[in-house]
């Protein structure tokens, strides 16, 4: 079974930056899809960036520029750099993982808090 544990929310100030970690309990590359959803109150869940297994990435319009998505394979870590943040960004921030037969996993999820 899959384990997903997100480690480096927390409270910012507007402009700030964080860096969120995901470590999976299996290789990274045995994922087709590895990256990062958030949620935020009455909202629905929506992906803001992912990494596919051959390393291309894919970002949210709302975070294209300011959000880094990266891997390191040998620490079976998947990391979300957020840089200019905003208060807009605040949510509950959840790692996944996808299989080559679309099947996903899910962290326990992070709280990201962006204050004014």
């Known amino acids: 079974q899959v384990h997903l544990v997100e480690s480096g929310g927390g409270l910012v100030q507007a402009g700030g930056s964080l860096r969120l970690s995901c470590l999976t309990s299996?290789?990274?590359?045995?994922?087709?899809?590895m990256g990062w959803y958030r949620q935020a109150p009455g909202k629905q869940r929506e992906l803001v960036a992912s990494?596919?297994?051959?390393?291309?990435?894919n970002y949210a319009d709302s975070v294209q520029g300011r959000f880094t998505i990266s891997r390191d394979n040998a620490k079976s870590t998947v990391y979300l750099q957020m840089n200019g943040l905003k208060p807009e960004d605040t949510a509950v921030y959840y790692c996944?993982?996808?299989?080559?037969?679309?099947?996903?996993?899910w962290g326990q999820g992070t709280q990201v808090t962006v204050s004014s």
């Open positions: 299996v290789s990274i590359l045995s994922f087709k899809f």
């Open positions: 996944y993982s996808e299989t080559f037969l679309h099947f996903k996993n």
């Open positions: 990494i596919a297994s051959g390393g291309s990435t």
